[in-house]
């Protein structure tokens, strides 16, 4: 039996040398402590530790999916969004860290101990609601999906960190029936139809319901601001993720819904991710 060093040198070997081995080697890492169930401290603590044959088989098998662009976490069902500890299955895009932009954003317009009506369109994972959730406890988050399977996965992540928020299916805000909230939050699908990314190893295995905006991409984050305008009090918050080429267009499509003090926000890669407005 070989040791456990072994065979994660060995399955980052299979990868090109260079930057690529370099970024993929923690992740090989985390596969070895999913395979084991052994924390990181573990695994460097004791990496002579001698592999068995179903331990070696299983972390290969997965490297090997690894490599041809599953995202890691959906090998491991696990992924981490403003600290909280999230499941994810192939039902729900993967929580990036350009959307923490978002809740950033949100948060800096809700004081501590605010009881807001906050709606998050598109939720997925759940990754937002939770995340607002989190911090503000007192808030009311509703959280809608149009797919019961992203929904199921968000109210797992909600009772795992057991965090009140509200899920509903349906279309965007159609799922309120008409009640009025004092933000509203998303990252909808923004992606063009036929962008060559949507078929790259990273993105083919995500879901594409929620990445695909349409012709120009911009499809949803247009549902998005009709709704918003239409359920949000006066004074209320709009704060939306979109592509990193669609700030300019997302703040006329706001503009044109007659949101005030527009504005948006950069990634921290300096793109722009996060624009939004107040509604009239
Ligand atoms: N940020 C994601 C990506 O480009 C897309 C997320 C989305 O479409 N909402 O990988």
Redesign the pocket.
Known sequence: MKPVRTVLAEACARWPAGAERARIQPEIWQLACHVLQWPLERLLAHGDTPLDETAVSRLEHLAARRRAGEPLAYLTGETEFWSLPLCVSPAV?VP?P??EILIEQALARMPAGCVARVLDLGTGSGAIALALQRERPHAQIVAVDRQAPALAVAARNARRHGLPVTFLQGHWAAAIAGRSVDMVVS?????EHGDP?LAEA??CHEPRT??A?GADGLRDLRAVIADAARVLVGGGWLLM?H?NQQGAAVRALLAQAGFGEIGTHKDYAGWERVSGGRHG
């Open positions: 895009l990036r350009e959307t990252n909808p699908p923004y992606i990314c990273g993105l929620a990445l905006g993720e592509g």
